[in-house]
């Protein structure tokens, strides 16, 4: 069975960091391009960030760029989305997902077509 798996999540205050991973079971990301992104209370998916398979290009949204990087250990089989200078804006549920090779879809907004996703984890911003 192929699975995403997130963690990292939890509550910090506005200005902390978290690390978020993906971590892949029963496939190996060595061939896909994984994305990030995030959904607020009583709002759409929004794509936060993409890595290509190869870790080679890096797609950032307008509001995490210079905050957030994201970086990838094929060898581990693992993503990452390291969060700095959170805001309370970016309270979400995050998930990552994984399309092939490139961040194709991603870019185009075909959210759709990702073909794994994981179940997501909680980042909650605030004092």
């Known amino acids: 069975q192929l699975k995403l798996v997130e963690s990292g999540g939890g509550l910090v205050q506005p200005g902390g960091s978290l690390r978020l991973s993906c971590a892949a079971s029963g496939f190996t990301l060595d061939q896909h391009a994984i994305a990030w992104f995030r959904q607020a209370p009583g709002k759409e998916r929004e794509g936060v960030s993409c890595i290509t398979s190869s870790g080679d290009n890096t797609l950032y949204a307008d509001s995490v760029k210079g905050r957030f990087t994201i970086s990838r250990d094929n060898g581990n089989n693992t993503v990452y989305l390291q969060m700095d200078s959170l805001k309370p804006e970016d309270t979400a549920v995050y998930y990552c997902?994984?399309?092939?090779?490139?961040?194709?879809?991603?870019?185009?907004?075909?959210?759709?077509?990702?073909?794994?996703w994981g179940q997501g984890t909680v980042v909650t911003v605030s004092s």
């Open positions: 997902a994984a399309e092939a090779i490139t961040c194709s879809f991603y870019s185009r907004r075909y959210y759709t077509y990702f073909d794994v």
